[in-house]
């Protein structure tokens, strides 16, 4: 691994896992996302993993929805933007992928392996729903894998990485996914260094125990050396711990209410920067230092905020 010299917060401010019956707080509408992804940044989060939502919460792919959130953010804050292309589990690949074709950003999420990825168990601490498209959608992961094979994962390699010159977010919800990313690095698709992130306690995925993450530093020692950078959360209530023990092995972190929407033990968190500052004073009483976006741009190889497309 390479040893952080200044830990990078990425926020994840929205993802699509979570639906609006969960939480208040969670960021729905691109103002509303914009708004907290700006917050997050004044608060020290040096990138900020986008994904987009239509008016009722459903998750969206169609740039000109991102348009409405990343144009702000990019005016608003110099935050590293990452354009997720996990998406969600119903979309095809092409429209998992339209956003960060059409922006071209600094970096963007990728996959790398199909899985299970179960939040069905949503529905069952939800009383009250406030869309009908929200409970069939969560119920609906039981049945449905997320693919991500490896035809896909060369495809966004290619279309984003050698086209345009987007560097990748690794999410690695596995140990067999740093070997399928060795691969495509053994082929010259993937190019170092890699923002390893480690995705731990998805159903279906490496469960958020300690000796996973241990695990998975040290398989990625194997394969890469010093060709990568680590980051790591757990969705849910062991995000905090996660990232600890991430910055504490010389790794990254990772937060937001696409992972985990409270701030401690039954309290919902009213914003993704009360999770950046919340984390930012763990790292500094670890006597960390905090990236900037730049630090963040240097150490990962980004192209720089000039060269997306907006
Ligand atoms: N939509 C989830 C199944 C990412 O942002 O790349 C996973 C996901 C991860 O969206
Ligand atoms: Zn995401």
């Known amino acids: 691994m390479i040893a952080a010299d200044r830990v990078i917060i990425s926020t994840a401010v929205t ?15 691109p103002e509303q996302i914009v708004a907290e992804s700006l ?17 009722d919460g459903r998750p969206a792919f169609e740039p000109s929805v991102f348009e409405k959130i990343i144009l702000p953010i990019v005016e608003g804050c110099d935050a590293v933007i990452n354009i997720s292309t996990g998406g969600a589990s119903s979309m095809t690949i092409e429209e998992r992928l339209a956003a960060a074709t059409r ?14 990825f179960v939040f069905s168990g949503i529905a069952d601490r ?16 039981y049945g ?15 279309e984003l990485g050698e086209k345009g010159g987007t560097r990748f977010e690794y999410e690695c919800y596995d140990i067999g996914h740093l070997y399928t990313l060795a691969h495509f690095a053994d082929r ?16 279906g995925g490496i469960g958020a125990d300690h000796a996973n993450l241990t695990h998975m530093v040290a398989i990625a020692d194997k394969l890469f050396g010093d060709d990568y950078h680590f980051s790591a959360f757990a969705a849910g209530r062991h995000q905090m711990q996660f990232c600890t023990h ?9 937060v937001g209410l696409e992972d985990n929407l409270y701030i401690g033990k039954g309290e919902k968190a009213t914003s993704n920067a009360q999770q950046v500052t919340k984390v930012r004073g763990i790292l500094t009483d670890l006597g960390k230092q905090i990236a900037t976006p730049d630090d963040a741009r240097r150490v990962l190889a980004l192209k720089g905020a000039r060269n997306i497309t907006l």
Not at 246 to 254: E, K, M, T
């Open 126 to 141: 939800i009383t009250h729903w406030k869309h009908a498209w929200e409970k069939p959608y969560v119920l609906n992961t």
């Open 188 to 203: 010259g698709l993937a190019k170092p260094p890699f923002l390893i992130q480690g995705v731990f306690g998805i159903l």
């Open 15 to 29: 993802g699509s896992v979570h639906v609006p019956s969960q939480s208040d707080h969670l960021p729905i509408t």
């Open 246 to 254: 991430s910055a504490w092995l010389g790794g990254h972190v990772r």
């Open 103 to 116: 922006f071209s950003p600094e970096l963007a999420s990728l996959n790398m392996g199909s899985m299970n």
């Open 39 to 55: 917050a997050a940044a004044e608060a020290g989060a040096a990138i900020i993993h986008l994904h987009a939502r239509h008016e």
């Open 144 to 158: 449905h894998p997320f693919i991500n094979s490896f035809a896909q994962i060369e495809y966004a390699l290619r």
